[in-house]
C-alpha cells in the first residue's frame, strides 16, 4: 500500500496579516512534485484561514488548529466543524498536545472532536504524543495507544485521517526525536492499528512526526519506513523552499512516469529569512 507523503505546517498563534502574505506568496512560488506525489497542507490561525485559502496555489491545502467538538450554538469563542466546511476549509488539526496540556483537553474529548469533524466531512490530522516524564518512566507506548483508543472508540472508517505523531519533549525545544525513536514509536501505532483498527487501516493510514522538524534533519526522518510525512512548526513559519530530493527523481519512472512505489523523501531548505521579520 502506497501512502501518499504529507506535509503539514502548523503555524499556531502567529503572523499578521502581511507576514501570512508574504509567506504563502513564498510558498506559491515553491517547486515541489505534483500534489498526487506528496499532500502540502497549511494551517494557519482561525482569522487568516479565508485570506490563506483565497491566496494559496490550489495544490496545496488548508487545516484549521481547532475546531468545537459538536454541533455551534452557544459557545462563546468556538468554531464549529460546520463552519469550516462552510469556508471550504478540508482539513482539521485536533488533540494537539499544546492544547491536551494547556487546555486540559482529554483523550475522550479529542476522540469525540475527532469524530465529529469527519461526520461533518472534514479531513482530520490527529495528533498524539507523550511527554518527557512519561517517555522517561516507559510508557511512552502505553500513552499514545490509550490517545489513539479514544479515536478508535468513536471512530470506524480511518480514510480521512493522518496521525500525527508528536513528543511533547521534541516540540519547540529543538530537541527532535532520533530517526529511530520516531521509527519506533511509529511502527508500534502501526502494529496498534493492525490489532486494533485492521490490516487496511494499518497500511493505508498515514502516521507523521512532528517535533522540531527542519530542513536539516526531515531527510534521515523521511527515510523511517514507517514516517509518512511531518507536521511542522517552528520551521514552518520560516519562508521555506520546499524540495523533494529525487534519488533519482523517486516518484518517476523512465518513462518520466510517477512511481508512487519510491520513497519521496522531502527537505525543507530554511531560508535565512526568518517569517516574522519585516522586509
Ligand atoms: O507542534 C508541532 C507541530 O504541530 C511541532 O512544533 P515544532 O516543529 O516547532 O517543534
Given at each position: 500500500m502506497v501512502r501518499k507523503f504529507f506535509v503539514g505546517g502548523n503555524w499556531k498563534c502567529n503572523g499578521t496579516i502581511e507576514e501570512v502574505k508574504r509567506i504563502v506568496a513564498f510558498l506559491n512560488e515553491a517547486e515541489v512534485p505534483p500534489e498526487d506525489v506528496v499532500e502540502v497542507v497549511v494551517s494557519p490561525p482561525f482569522v487568516f484561514l479565508p485570506l490563506v485559502k483565497s491566496l494559496l496555489r490550489s495544490d496545496f491545502q488548508v487545516a484549521a488548529q481547532n475546531c468545537w467538538?459538536?454541533?455551534?450554538?452557544?459557545?462563546?469563542?468556538e468554531i464549529s466543524a460546520e463552519m469550516l466546511v462552510n469556508l471550504g476549509i478540508p482539513w482539521v488539526i485536533l488533540g494537539h498536545s499544546e492544547r491536551r496540556l494547556l487546555l486540559n483537553e482529554s483523550n475522550e474529548f479529542v476522540g469525540d472532536k475527532v469524530a465529529y469533524a469527519l461526520s461533518r466531512g472534514l479531513k482530520v490530522i490527529a495528533c498524539v504524543g507523550e511527554t518527557l516524564e512519561q517517555r522517561e518512566s516507559g510508557s511512552t507506548m502505553a500513552v499514545v495507544a490509550a490517545q489513539t483508543q479514544s479515536i478508535a472508540d468513536k471512530v470506524l472508517?480511518?480514510?480521512n485521517i493522518v496521525l500525527a505523531y508528536e513528543p511533547v519533549w521534541a516540540i519547540g525545544t529543538g530537541k527532535v526525536a532520533t530517526p529511530a525513536q520516531a521509527q519506533e514509536v511509529h511502527s508500534e501505532l502501526r502494529k496498534w492499528l493492525h490489532d486494533n483498527a485492521g490490516v487496511e487501516v494499518a497500511s493505508s493510514t498515514r502516521i507523521i512526526y512532528g517535533g522540531s522538524v527542519n530542513g536539516t534533519n526531515c531527510r534521515e526522518l523521511a527515510k523511517?519506513?514507517?514516517?509518512?510525512g511531518f507536521l511542522v512548526g517552528?520551521?514552518?513559519?520560516?519562508i521555506f523552499v520546499i524540495y523533494l530530493i529525487?534519488?533519482?527523481?523517486?516518484?518517476?519512472?523512465?518513462?518520466?512516469?510517477?512511481?508512487?512505489n519510491d520513497k519521496v523523501i522531502l527537505v525543507m531548505k530554511i531560508k535565512k529569512t526568518n517569517f516574522s521579520e519585516k522586509n
Open positions: 467538538v459538536r454541533k455551534g450554538g452557544a459557545f462563546t469563542g472508517n480511518w480514510d523511517q519506513l514507517d514516517i509518512d517552528g520551521a514552518s513559519l520560516k529525487k534519488q533519482p527523481e523517486p516518484w518517476k519512472d523512465q518513462n518520466n512516469k510517477q512511481n508512487a
